[in-house]
Structure formats: C-alpha cells, structure tokens
C-alpha cells in the first residue's frame, strides 16, 4: 500500500472473497446471513443500495434521521432506527452482530457547504468519524463509504482517475475527502476492510415491479431532475451556467451514472473489502455529457420544449469533469447495464411523473 497525493490508492487486488464471521459474501443471494448497518438508507442512493441488499437476501438495518430523507424511501423489510451517525454506537454494539457497514449518510449541497462550512464538517466528518469509532469498537470487520468526484476538484487529468490530484474546490468535497483519509487510516492501523466508491453524477431511478425510488432532494440542485421540474411545469426555465466552454458545444461536461448501475458497484465492493485495505473506485459512465446534450434527451424524453437561459459560469465549475472506472471494472468486475442519458433521464422521469408529481 502506498500514500499517492494524500490518499491511499489501490495497487492490483487479489479478487477474493471476504467471508467473515461464516458470513457468506454480501453480493450473493446468500439468504439472511449477513446483516448490514446502511446509513442514509432513506436518501436517494442509500434506499436504492437497501433495496437490492433486502432482494440478495440480506438483513439490513437502516439508520437515517431522516434530515434530508423520505420515509416513504425506508424499505418495509428492513428495520429503521432513526437517529444520527453520531450516535451509531446505541446500534453497532459488539453483540449486534453486524458484518458490514454501507455508509451513506451526509449533506450533499456543495454550494450550501461553503455558507454553512460547520455544518457540513460536523455532519460529514465528525458524524462519519463517530461512526468509524462505532464500527472499531463493535468489531465491524467490513465499510463502504460514499465518496465523491468533489474531492479531485478541477481536475488536473481526463479521464480522472483515483490516483489524480485531490484538490477539492468546495467544503462538501474536503468533508468528504477528510472520511478518505480516516478510513486509510483506519485500514492500516486497525485492520478494517474499507472500500470508497467516489461517485460522478448519478441519475435516474430504482423502477421494479410495486418499488420506485428516485431522487427527490429539496433544494434540489442536480441538472437532470431540475430540468424534469421544468418539464412539469414546476419551474419556468433552466439555468445553464456557461456556454462559453472549451467543449462540443460552450456548455459543461459531466460524467452521469444510473442508480441502479451504482448500486449494484456496493455489493461488489462489499465482496471485495479486504481486511486492513482500503481499497478507492471512481464510479461513472467514462462518457461526458454536456448540459446541452442532457437537455436535448429530457426535451425529447418529456416531449417539453424546455426553455433554457445561459447565465453566467459559476466559480469553480470545471469545463469537463469525466471519471475513468476502469479500476472498478478490472478489480470489481462492474459493468453499467444503464449507460445512456436515455435510460437515465426516462426512468428519473417515469418516478417523477408517478412518485412525485401524482403525489404531491
Ligand atoms: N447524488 C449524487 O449525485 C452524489 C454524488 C456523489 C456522492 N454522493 C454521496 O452519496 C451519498 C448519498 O447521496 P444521496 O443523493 O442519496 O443524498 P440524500 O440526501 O438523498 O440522502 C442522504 C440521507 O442521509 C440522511 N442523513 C444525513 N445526515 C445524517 C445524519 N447525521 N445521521 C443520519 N442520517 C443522516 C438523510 O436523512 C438522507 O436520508 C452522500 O454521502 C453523498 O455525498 C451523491
């Protein structure tokens, strides 16, 4: 293992399995042998992740104050406790008996985070550290923690990959990336098997059978579900900031990635957590999208014309922000199933439309 920029980077991993506590592997429908602690599980990503972990046959337990979440996310089969990260030591107690820790749980508003910096440390970090002290204590052998693309900042290499610069350009991103360097950390001196998925854009929604999830944040602040506010009529333009970029077309470059896509990354990742690693995956499609091309599928997928109005670049939008997941795919053996704006934007619509939009 060595320390690349600040942060722990994966060298080649053996793929094995890890079978702790005669826990059989989270990503197999192993039955409800392995019970999981998810945190956020009542967000956007964190339901989706719970959703597919009850469907392998697992035992999960959600924790999530529901500061930000929706109850109507939490799923049925599994337990809620709601309550903050901080307190994640009432819920992991050694007897507890839990293999594995999916942490979710934080404030995601890059532009709030830089008015309410000391909300955003004390949620993201202090609240994540309390939970790795919980995790330590308990004897939680395994913990996959949402990262994020923030932490690279204005990125130095396209595509980025986890060995690029850290630099983060927002508060939110330097939370983020102060959990990075903990559970290296955490790895190295106390044997943790630690994963961290650093996530692009993620869109669209969770549609099986009785069950929708989909992304429901207020404000909201990402472009695919903003611009669906449009197309209901709930808004009456969108904002594209800059068009004046050195790309196809003036406008932005982001990387977008589909719920469903990232979530099944988790179970791969929870099977591939080695004991004292902590291993780090950039998750996205490796394909960029401007904002218009984004803006060009929801016209066509909402049948809105979407009035659109250029305004100023924003300070520290990078022109290109695009993630090579090609360690994911080598050592997790991860393949997006979603990969098009259209799979993205079309299910995002359909649970606005009837989730949403019927709903409210
Ligand atoms: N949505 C994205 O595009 C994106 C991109 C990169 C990284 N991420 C990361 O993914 C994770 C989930 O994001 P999301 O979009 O599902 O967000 P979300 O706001 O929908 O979900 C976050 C959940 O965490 C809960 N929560 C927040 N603080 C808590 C606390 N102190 N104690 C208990 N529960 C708490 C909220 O109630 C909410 O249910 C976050 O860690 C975020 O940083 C998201």
């Known amino acids: 293992m060595e320390w690349v920029g600040g942060v722990l980077d994966s060298g080649p991993i053996r793929r094995r399995r890890v079978i702790t506590k005669g826990h059989v592997p989270a990503g197999q429908a192993g039955g409800n042998d392995v019970k999981l602690l998810v945190t956020g599980g009542a967000g956007f990503i964190g339901s989706v992740v719970t959703r597919m972990l009850l469907d392998a046959g697992h035992q999960v ?14 799923a049925p089969d599994a337990t809620h406790v709601e309550a903050s990260i901080h307190d994640a030591a009432q819920i992991l107690t050694p007897d507890a008996g839990f293999d594995g820790v999916l942490h979710f749980a934080a404030l995601i508003a890059a532009g709030e985070s830089m008015v309410k910096p000391e909300l955003y440390w004390q949620t993201n970090t202090v609240g994540s550290l309390a939970l790795i002290d919980a995790v330590r204590a308990a004897g939680v052998p395994r913990m996959v923690f949402s990262s994020t693309a923030a932490v690279y900042g204005n990125p130095t290499e396209l595509p980025i990959t986890e060995t690029a610069v850290k630099a983060p350009t927002n508060t939110y991103g330097a ?4 959990v990075d ?4 950390s955490e790895a190295i001196a106390h044997g943790l098997a630690a994963v961290s998925l650093r996530y692009f854009n993620v869109a669209g929604a969770h549609l099986t059978g009785d069950i929708a999830l989909g992304e429901r944040h207020d404000p909201e602040t990402h472009l695919i579900p903003i611009a669906l506010e449009v197309a209901a009529g709930r808004r009456e333009k969108l904002q594209l900031f800059g068009d004046d970029y050195p ?7 982001r990387d977008y990635i589909h719920v469903a896509d990232l979530a099944r990354a988790h179970l791969l ?3 591939a957590a080695t004991p004292g690693q902590h291993r780090i995956y950039n998750l996205g499609n490796g394909n960029g999208f401007t904002n218009r091309q984004v803006v060009d599928v929801v016209r066509e997928v909402t049948g809105h014309q979407l009035p659109v109005e250029v305004a100023p670049r924003r300070e520290g939008d990078p022109a290109e922000l ?19 704006l259209h799979d993205m934007v079309g299910d995002a619509w359909a649970f606005y439309r009837t989730h949403v939009l019927e709903q409210s």
């Open 322 to 340: 695009v993630a090579s997941s090609a360690l994911a795919r080598d050592e997790l053996g991860w393949v997006p199933q979603k990969p098009t």
């Open 61 to 74: 337990v959600v924790l999530d104050d529901l500061r930000t979440g929706h109850r109507e996310a939490l």
């Open 175 to 178: 939370t983020k990336l102060a």
């Open 247 to 253: 790309t196809v077309d003036g406008t932005c470059v």
């Open 181 to 184: 360097l903990a559970l290296t």
């Open 269 to 271: 990742a929870l099977d």
